[in-house]
């Protein structure tokens, strides 16, 4: 069965870097047809998708926040990782990983399964 | 950005009800490309339903999607006590986006 886990710190100092990794249990994160990806959802508010990476590398990064975040992928280890730099305040939430579907034309779709997600203060 | 408004914020059902929960884009989602995802406090999203209409792995048949263009609606036919969640709409026909998300409460 297919399991992902978030892991990282919990507490980050505004203007620092947040880094998370997700580690991939179940599967193969070299699998075609699925992008590995991050969203996250501040405290009381909706789900906001912030990137995702194919197993080659490609990458998909939410425009609004595609200056500050850079997503990679470690094969070997199965795990993908999420980082994003002057953080704000504004960047607490919890942080989740999940499996991307891909369409026939690699078109990043759904999301399912979800890690269970991880809670990142921003606070100095 | 496409915008999902979700409609209502808050729903307050009986058990037994009938669920209808809106989604509306703000430009057309061709090819049917929206899901819809449950939450539950303290837990990740599951979702329920992509391309529309298309139930997930798991998923009771109480649970349906249906719509095209810019309106949408997922429905469960009669709720069960453990259906009391806030299920949140997503697109990803473009730089996906998800909606506001409605709560479903008990009345």
């Known amino acids: 069965q297919l399991q992902l886990q978030e892991s990282g710190p919990g507490l980050v100092k505004p203007s620092e870097t947040l880094s998370l990794t997700c580690t991939v249990s179940g599967d193969s994160i070299s699998r075609r047809n699925f992008y590995w990806g991050w969203i996250r959802q501040p405290p009381g508010k909706g789900l906001e998708w912030i990137g995702s990476i194919y197993y080659s590398g490609i990458t998909y990064y939410n425009p609004s926040l595609k200056n500050r975040v850079t997503i990679s992928v470690d094969t070997s280890k199965n795990q993908f990782s999420l980082n994003m730099s002057s953080v704000t305040a504004a960047d607490t939430a919890v942080y989740y990983c999940g499996r991307v579907h891909a369409d026939y034309y690699l078109t990043q779709t759904w999301v399912d399964p979800w890690g269970q997600g991880t809670l990142v203060t921003v606070s100095s | 950005e496409i915008v999902l408004t979700q409609s209502p914020g808050t729903l307050s059902l009986s058990p037994g009800e009938r669920a209808t929960l809106s989604c509306r884009a703000s430009?057309?989602?061709?090819?049917?490309?929206l899901a819809w995802y449950q939450q539950k406090p303290g837990q990740a999203p599951r979702l329920l339903i992509y391309g529309a209409s298309s139930r997930a792995t798991g998923i009771p048949d109480r649970f349906s999607g249906s719509g095209s263009g810019t309106d949408f609606t997922l429905t469960i036919s009669r709720l069960e006590p453990e259906d009391f969640a806030v299920y949140s709409c997503q697109q990803y026909i473009t730089s996906p986006t998800f909606g506001q998300g409605t709560r479903l409460e008990i009345k």
């Open positions: 430009q057309s989602v061709s090819s049917s490309y």
